[in-house]
């Protein structure tokens, strides 16, 4: 039997030409398919960060407003005094309104619970804070850090100062006298005279990182950059949660309301509406998708 060569020839041609434009046709659905799932992913994102940041935001002006709202009630008879030793300590060391203020609000709270007057507990949280900042920046440590530990360590929980090379031996005769000097002198309870005896220890023990921050002479490193970034990112957080509080507070009160509406409604009614908004769910997840509308065409009169 003969062949005729040029027909198979041309029928495999042919063939190869349809597999090619069906391949083609593939291959542009799944682009098109492919760049709607990239569209849809780039716009949960976008939305998804803008929820962050705005979240973010809100975060660092919530903790500015407490830290100012405990200021106010911890310094009753010095508010303006408190307020300003934190700006002050803000603009000098270049940290958030947020991290100042909570600072000096802290370590006033922790002092005047003990019995400090408040001039007094007002000068200690000044100096605490100032050579927070400045063991921070001469060991490498975390500001916020470094000034819980200091503040802990008043109480008599010293341990924490270890990190940062401080030993305070409360055991000692020596420390025992001082407290008992102190006690003598200014009348101060056990507590109180531990506290400053303690203080006094660790301001002796970090004198070498005394005003390393501002230091004239020495290059800023990269850290205390990544530190001073890291604060005027928080401080710009909080400037756009103050703007957004209005809004936000609103929208969190009426949250608020409905969901106080929701838990007294009786059980038989919450199942209702939780079935309710079940189906409601699924059938905007469906128009989202192509079954989802075939469904919808189907169903459609006409």
Same mark, same amino acid.
């Given at each position: 039997?003969?062949?005729?060569?040029?027909?198979?020839?041309?029928?495999?041609?042919?063939?190869?030409?349809?597999?090619? $434009?069906?391949?083609?046709?593939?291959?542009? #659905?799944?682009?098109?398919?492919?760049?709607?799932?990239?569209?849809?992913?780039? *716009?949960?994102?976008?939305?998804?960060?803008?929820?962050?940041?705005?979240?973010?935001?809100?975060?660092?002006?919530?903790?500015?407003?407490?830290?100012?709202?405990?200021?106010?009630?911890?310094?009753?008879?010095?508010?303006?005094?408190?307020?300003?030793?934190?700006?002050?300590? #803000?603009?000098?060391?270049?940290?958030?309104?947020?991290? /100042?203020?909570?600072?000096?609000?802290?370590?006033?709270?922790?002092?005047?619970?003990?019995?400090?007057?408040? @001039?007094?507990?007002?000068?200690? #949280?000044?100096?605490?804070?100032?050579?927070?900042?400045?063991?921070?920046?001469?060991?490498?440590?975390?500001? @916020?850090?470094?000034?819980?530990?200091?503040?802990?360590?008043?109480?008599?929980?010293?341990?924490?100062?270890?990190?940062?090379?401080?030993?305070?031996?409360?055991?000692?005769?020596?420390?025992?006298? +001082?407290?008992?000097?102190?006690?003598?002198?200014?009348? /101060?309870?056990?507590?109180?005279?531990?506290?400053?005896?303690?203080?006094?220890?660790?301001?002796? +023990?970090?004198?070498?990182?005394? *005003?390393?921050?501002?230091?004239?002479?020495?290059?800023?490193?990269?850290?205390?950059?990544?530190?001073?970034?890291?604060?005027?990112?928080?401080?710009?957080?909080?400037?756009?949660?103050?703007?957004?509080?209005?809004?936000?507070?609103?929208?969190?009160?009426?949250?608020?309301?409905?969901?106080?509406?929701?838990?007294?409604?009786?059980?038989?009614? $919450?199942?209702?509406?939780?079935?309710?908004?079940?189906?409601?769910?699924?059938?905007?997840?469906?128009?989202?998708?192509?079954? *989802?509308?075939?469904?919808?065409?189907?169903?459609?009169?006409?």
């Amino acid at each position: 039997m003969g062949f005729d060569l040029g027909t198979v020839s041309a029928t495999v041609v042919l063939d190869d030409s349809d597999y090619r $434009r069906g391949l083609s046709g593939l291959e542009s #659905a799944s682009a098109g398919t492919f760049r709607r799932i990239a569209g849809y992913a780039a *716009g949960y994102l976008s939305v998804r960060a803008l929820s962050g940041f705005v979240t973010g935001a809100m975060a660092e002006f919530s903790k500015l407003e407490e830290g100012n709202n405990k200021l106010k009630y911890t310094f009753t008879e010095l508010e303006n005094e408190a307020a300003r030793a934190a700006r002050t300590i #803000a603009q000098t060391f270049n940290v958030s309104e947020q991290t /100042a203020t909570n600072a000096i609000a802290d370590i006033g709270d922790l002092l005047t619970g003990l019995g400090f007057e408040q @001039s007094d507990a007002l000068r200690f #949280a000044d100096q605490i804070t100032r050579r927070g900042i400045d063991v921070a920046s001469f060991k490498g440590l975390d500001q @916020s850090e470094t000034i819980r530990r200091m503040t802990v360590a008043l109480t008599g929980e010293t341990d924490s100062l270890k990190m940062m090379g401080v030993v305070i031996r409360q055991d000692t005769d020596e420390f025992r006298q +001082q407290v008992a000097a102190i006690q003598a002198s200014t009348g /101060a309870t056990e507590t109180m005279a531990k506290a400053q005896v303690i203080l006094q220890q660790v301001m002796r +023990q970090t004198k070498n990182a005394e *005003g390393d921050y501002l230091r004239p002479d020495a290059p800023r490193t990269y850290a205390q950059e990544l530190t001073d970034l890291r604060e005027a990112a928080r401080q710009f957080n909080a400037e756009i949660g103050r703007q957004l509080q209005p809004i936000t507070q609103d929208m969190v009160v009426k949250a608020r309301e409905l969901l106080s509406w929701y838990n007294q409604l009786t059980p038989s009614a $919450r199942s209702f509406l939780n079935t309710v908004a079940a189906i409601s769910t699924a059938m905007a997840i469906l128009t989202r998708t192509g079954i *989802g509308r075939s469904i919808m065409t189907v169903g459609s009169p006409g």
